[in-house]
């Protein structure tokens, strides 16, 4: 596309050195510093067209959107990976989220507006989806222009080998996942294998994958798709992209999402400083990344002012897709919440549990790390951080069908050390229509 070639894109240190290096380059890190790189956007470009200009052109795709407009990352093409052919694109119609009003949880909370973003309602089922278009796009490219990748591989905590094995069975590229074993949901294994994915069972935590990746993609023909990767912040970047627009080019008072290995709270933090810098919004939110207490490394971290951080071992929590206890984007999120007078919140397996369970009874079906956010908004609420005339954006990052089995045990009360208020059973009667008047009608005088 004509349209596209003035635009530039390319990477640079994350922390500063010097250089830039094309994105076709096989590059994670910094080959001055080692830091992590992030891709950089000549804004010169960007700005010769108005912030009016872009707004009326995101919507107008938003509204037709044939190929590549169908999706909410390609969109915003020009913002995320300009020089791609379109011919390269590999997309499964990621993105356009709902932006969902929840009223029943607004007023559990005690804040005037509570919205959850449903980034699980894709493809695969969770927000990877949307960095995984751009990086798997990028390597499609690459393979076109002769670049001899052979396969692409991840460390996952499960939502991230699901996305890659999707986008890499879609191009026709080989894709290798290392998962801990037994340390997944079963939908989230299922994934993989179902798109033909090497899947390799390592009998190892999330931190154990993470470091024998790094180690095998240091071999240029086989393509690291974790979040080290810049190219996937390009496209989580979106999901601010789409708050705003869904808002009317406004922002809400707070943005609430939870962290594991910390690239999303960056990714979104960078977008709502692009739609910043370039006019399209006059402020920006503030940012809550919530972590699960038995995961907390950045909550500790910031209760120490963000002075030192030292990772520790993650322990077992129901939040299993942020299981992470030395997460790879620490240093892009602890800038991004300073930038954006941010805060890191909390939440313990009873409160996330609850907070799931209480979205659920909203009319949501909720994943367990979407409870982490919840959990924690309610608790910077209760405390007085966020107030009631406050408007809450919670990033509902995978759908609740991706764990039916803490959710069947939740509602079956077999979760240690968690009391179910809100657990419900199925109850066994005759088939008779007097014995379900009866169990309605029992229902009924339950809830006076
Ligand atoms: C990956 C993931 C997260 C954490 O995102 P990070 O970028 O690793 O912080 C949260 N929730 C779900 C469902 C995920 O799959
Ligand atoms: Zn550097």
Known sequence: MAIASEFRAVFRCFHGCPGEYPLDDILYTCPMC??????????????????DVWKQRFEARM?????????????????????????????????????VPAPQLSRQFGVAQVW????????TGSFKDLGMTVLVSQVNQMRANGTPIRAVACASTGDTSAALAAYCAAAGIPAVVL???????????????????LTLALQTDFDGCMAVVKELTRRPE??????????????????AFEIAGQLGWQVPDWVAVPGGNLGNVSAIGKGFEMLHDLGLIDRLPRLICAQAERANPLYESYLRGFDAFEPKPAQPTL?????IGNPVSVHKAIRTLQRFNGAVEQASEEELAH????????????????????AAVEKLARRGEIRPEDSVVVISTAHGLKFPETKQRYHSQELAGITPRLANQPISITASVDAVLQAVEERALMKK
């Open 179 to 197: 998962l801990p074993e037994n340390k997944i949901s079963a939908a989230q294994l299922l994934q993989p294998l179902a798109h033909g994915a």
């Open 63 to 99: 509204a037709r959107g044939p190929f590549p407009y169908f999706s909410g990352v390609w969109c915003h093409k020009e913002w995320v990976l300009p020089a791609v052919d379109d011919a390269n694109i590999v997309s499964l119609g990621e993105g356009r989220n709902p932006l």
């Open 319 to 323: 939040a299993s897709a942020i299981q």
């Open 355 to 374: 907070a799931m369970a209480q979205a659920d009874r909203a009319g949501l079906f909720v994943c367990p790390h979407t409870g982490v956010a919840l």
């Open 222 to 239: 086989i393509y690291l798709a974790n979040s080290m990767n810049s190219l996937r912040i390009e496209g989580q970047k979106t999901i």
């Open 34 to 51: 080692g830091g992590l790189l992030e891709v950089y956007h000549d804004p010169a470009p960007l700005r010769r067209i108005s912030a």
């Open 116 to 123: 959850l973003k449903l980034c699980g309602n894709s493809a």
